[in-house]
């Protein structure tokens, strides 16, 4: 079990996740986040801290979020790791909450 970087990180990107894990699991790519589910150690601390509710446990992510399991899993591995806070996407506040963002998903 581990914690999953869901859609509504896309084109969000805020990075206060980072700054929490105890084992900087984090890894970064253009427009997106992703925990690496081998090393995460189900502490927890990360999913309060994102502002757009986009970090859930893999056991309670809500419908229609179950293909950012692999994706997280995926992209972890060749993604390089981030475990410092830094700038949103300058456009944070507009896409949070938009559906289909999936679409806009840069690896
Ligand atoms: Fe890091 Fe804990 Fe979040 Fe896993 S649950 S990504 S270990 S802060
Ligand atoms: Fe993404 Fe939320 Fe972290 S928007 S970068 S999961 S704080």
Redesign the pocket.
Known sequence: MAFI?TE??IQ???????EVCPVDC?YEGPN??VIHPDECIDCAL?EP????D??YSEDELPKGQEPFIEINAELAEEWPNIAEKKD?LPDADEWDGKSGKIDKLER
């Open positions: 970087v509504n990180c969000c990107k805020h990075t206060d996740c980072v984090f997106f986040l990360c801290e994102c502002p757009v986009a970090i949103p």
